[in-house]
């Protein structure tokens, strides 16, 4: 025995030899499990090393990109390491990482209590980001890899909409919100899985700064005029303002901070161009502002107290850019003759020249998005063809659309005022705007209505205060409701509904491709509807099965209603248009069969 012993000791002896120092580089190469399960238990001296603080500071920077505001944590990496428990704190996020999966594992498993498994992923806030990001890229070889995908990047996107919304809520509140924040709140609508959140826009224009620095070493010795214009120049230098062609104006992708910044053309609309214009300005220690001339944004640049533009003279006077189309100073008298021309009264000029509140830029922006979407419904919605405005962003153009849409609404609604403003909307009239795409689209935002909404109509003598709570209860009920099953094992369905769910077709009336996500033995839709539709046109009228379907090649993502006469059915090798969105009701594509594996067999069981 003692023979054995000796030679662990020999054995042992190299490692053990090693400093401390050492051995903390080469443990923080060792995941988090095998410290915990392996290397404590080794020995004494090991496991005083695998609870070093150090070592579990670094396995939080490594393992998690993305924290919630809570934790504070670029304080707690710059600060002492002995402040913080890092090995509680790693606990903690591991304890997230498995709870959200677990949720997500369920939202997958059936179509029941959604709304609850969204807001339990949701009160971990920025903490389930990795989490969420790791399912939203899951392998192509899973078995479930577009439901996956799908409802990881849904209950993402309701992460985002809730910074968003906390955001704006700050903001209509009174309180301070810097620009960057207010404007990147409508890029988290869009967001999904790619870069470009809140604090990564901050570090964009970090790095823009220490860039125009290192391009312009004397910028602190400029007098504050001339500093302006270096940043100006900067920015159009790099493209980082401006769009590339005026028939592009109207595209939807112009309106994101985030989008301007990190896209190689680096599109942005006036105002988006004037805004980053002040985010860099204010940033090397100028006073700059936005200044909401009607159709055309500029930026204003005024001078410290007691210090003109120049660094010297009495004369107190803002100068102004327009950094979307020039890099020189605007004379004002300039602009005095542009509103002139617009047949705007000389009383009005002083309150038009000067600069815009936040909450007015945010407004600005919704009528932007708006614009652009009413824009591309008016031309027959087609992303294909080559004209403007295109809606494309991040993820599927009609689901961009959507969101964008969506999120001009919540803004306007959130940052209006509760009575008629100069154009003639106040905060009630987009509330049934809000409530039919909750219903419709994103059930799972029931407690962002109850949190921001509900709280503004609590008056029972108001008509909205009802309207409000029966859709909440509506949409909670159906949530909470055990799906109607549909067997094919009865004689009319063996009968009379030849397809299944997962079988893509092409409409033979409208030629969209989609995919049967459901089905009725008979027509389920009332007698307005059928006479609209002219289903009694149809060879066999309302007296056959029609399907719920599933298409992104139409103006919007909602599910059509088709009668079997229309369908024909097609087995391509991969319905490319339909991936992206399939996962809400699909496990994956088979290539075999050439059909979509169904993920709602709670309602469906034999399809």
Request: charged content about 25%; glycine content about 6%.
């Amino acid at each position: 025995m003692a023979r054995h012993n000796d030679n662990i000791k020999a054995i042992a002896s190299p490692i053990q030899a090693l400093p401390d120092e050492v051995l903390q580089h080469i443990l923080s190469y060792i995941s988090a499990q095998d410290i915990i399960l392996g290397v404590q238990r080794v020995c004494k001296r090991f496991n005083r090393l695998a609870n070093e603080p150090l070592l579990w500071r670094s396995l939080c920077k490594l393992d998690y990109n993305y924290w919630d505001l809570k934790h504070r944590i670029k304080q707690k990496f710059l600060g002492s390491v002995s402040d913080v428990d890092w090995k509680n704190l790693y606990r903690h996020r591991s304890l997230v990482d498995r709870q959200t999966t677990a949720h997500l594992d369920s939202i997958l498993k059936g179509q029941i209590d959604r709304i609850k498994k969204f807001d339990s992923i949701g009160k971990f806030g920025y903490d389930a980001k990795d989490t969420l990001l790791r399912h939203c890229r899951t392998s192509d070889q899973a078995g479930d890899v577009l439901s996956r995908r799908y409802y990881a990047t849904a209950v993402l996107d309701y992460v985002h909409r809730s910074k968003a919304l906390a955001e704006w809520s700050r903001l209509a509140q009174g309180e301070s919100v810097p620009i960057e924040m207010a404007l990147g709140s409508f890029d988290l609508f869009v967001l999904h899985d790619q870069h470009g959140d809140l604090l990564e826009i901050a570090e964009i224009f970090d790095g823009l700064v220490a860039r125009l620095r290192i391009e312009y070493p004397g910028l602190d010795q400029l007098t504050p005029r001339r500093k302006a214009l270096a940043v100006v120049s900067f920015l159009r230098a790099h493209n980082l303002v401006g769009i590339d062609s005026e028939l592009a104006y109207r595209d939807l992708q112009n309106n994101y901070i985030g989008i301007a910044l990190q896209d190689p053309s680096h599109p942005a609309l006036p105002l988006i161009s004037v805004a980053i214009f002040c985010v860099v300005a204010c940033r090397v220690g100028l006073d700059a502002r936005c200044c909401g001339i009607p159709n055309h944004m500029h930026a204003m640049v005024y001078p410290k107290p007691s210090e003109s533009l120049d660094g010297k003279g009495e004369d107190m006077s803002p100068m102004y850019l327009d950094p979307y189309r020039s890099e020189v100073e605007v004379p004002i008298s300039n602009l005095r003759e542009m509103l002139s021309g617009w047949g705007i009264e000389q009383r009005d000029f002083d309150r038009l020249l000067s600069d815009s509140t936040i909450p007015s830029l945010i407004l600005r922006t919704s009528r932007n998005i708006l614009a652009t979407v009413h824009e591309f419904r008016g031309q027959g919605g087609d992303t294909l063809n080559t004209g403007h405005p295109s809606i494309r962003l991040y993820g599927n153009p009609f689901a961009d659309m959507d969101n964008a849409f969506y999120s001009a609404l919540w803004a306007n609604f959130m940052l209006s005022s509760p009575t008629a403003r100069s154009d003639g909307h106040n905060q009630q009239q987009f509330v049934p705007l809000i409530l039919e795409r909750f219903e419709r689209l994103f059930p799972m935002d029931a407690s962002l209505i109850e949190k921001h909404v509900r709280p503004l109509f609590n008056n029972p003598s108001n008509g909205q205060h009802w309207e409000l709570h029966e859709a909440l209860r509506v949409v909670r009920a159906a949530d909470q409701t055990s799906k109607q099953l549909k067997p094919r094992d009865s004689p009319s369905a063996r009968d009379r509904v030849r397809y299944r769910v997962g079988q893509v077709f092409r409409h033979r009336r409208y030629n969209y491709t989609a995919v049967i996500t459901g089905w009725d033995i008979e027509c389920g839709m009332n007698s307005d509807w059928m006479a609209h539709n002219n289903i009694d046109t149809l060879s066999r009228g309302r007296n056959q099965s029609f399907y719920h379907a599933l298409t992104s090649s139409v103006e919007d993502t909602s599910i059509r209603y088709v009668a079997e006469d229309n369908i024909e059915i097609i087995t391509p090798d991969e319905p490319t248009s339909l991936m992206g969105l399939a996962g809400r009701f699909f496990k994956r594509w088979d290539s075999e069969s050439k059909t979509f594996i169904s993920n709602i067999r709670d309602e469906f069981p034999e399809d």
